[in-house]
């Protein structure tokens, strides 16, 4: 049986980007739970404590950013490092959700490596302990890929050592 040491919380609405991220967030070592809607994120944070929550901005049944505030007015829930990803690209979301205690805000699409490099540096910063990632980058399996909000992916050019890999 697999040991996880760090969970992290998918808040999002769409099934396939939920098994799109839970694999790439698995081969990076982390435990996955899921909430698919705002009125799950709270209670399954309490009772899962995880390490850090992914929070999509547009969820079914109530606005992200009402369930970010949720988050850090509850003091068993404000220290967990909350990183903001939506389709939503204007700057007043962005800064809204950064000055609502978001620790980092990720546009859709986005490339999922380096999604999930942000998650375990918002984690590894959170716990104090060394970095899980010694690079600004974080692949895993293969090329990178960029996931959309239907969860397709795309893989993309991945550098490593200056040289194109494709």
């Given amino acids: ?3 996880w040491k760090h969970l992290l919380l998918i808040a999002d609405d769409d099934h396939l980007l939920h098994r799109a991220l839970e694999r790439f967030a698995r081969e990076a070592g982390l435990e996955v739970a899921h909430a698919m809607t705002g009125g799950e994120v709270v209670p399954l ?31 068993e ?30 546009e859709k699409p986005f490339d999922a490596g380096r999604l ?8 590894d910063k959170r716990s104090g302990e060394a970095p899980a990632i010694s690079s600004g980058r974080f692949a ?9 909000g239907d ?13 194109t890999k494709k």
């Fill in 1 to 3: 049986m697999e040991t």
């Fill in 77 to 106: 829930l404000a220290n967990i490092p909350v990183i903001v990803f939506s389709g939503r690209s204007e700057q007043e979301h962005r800064r809204f959700a950064l000055q609502l205690g978001a620790e980092n805000y990720v």
């Fill in 140 to 148: 895993v399996g293969g090329p990178r890929s960029v996931v959309r």
């Fill in 45 to 75: 944070a309490l009772r899962r404590q995880p390490s850090a929550i992914l929070l999509d901005l547009g969820l079914p049944d109530r606005d992200g950013a009402d369930v970010l505030a949720q988050i850090k007015a509850t003091p």
């Fill in 116 to 123: 999930i490099g942000r998650i375990i540096r918002a984690i």
């Fill in 151 to 163: 969860a397709t992916r795309t893989a993309i050019p991945s550098r490593v050592g200056g040289e």
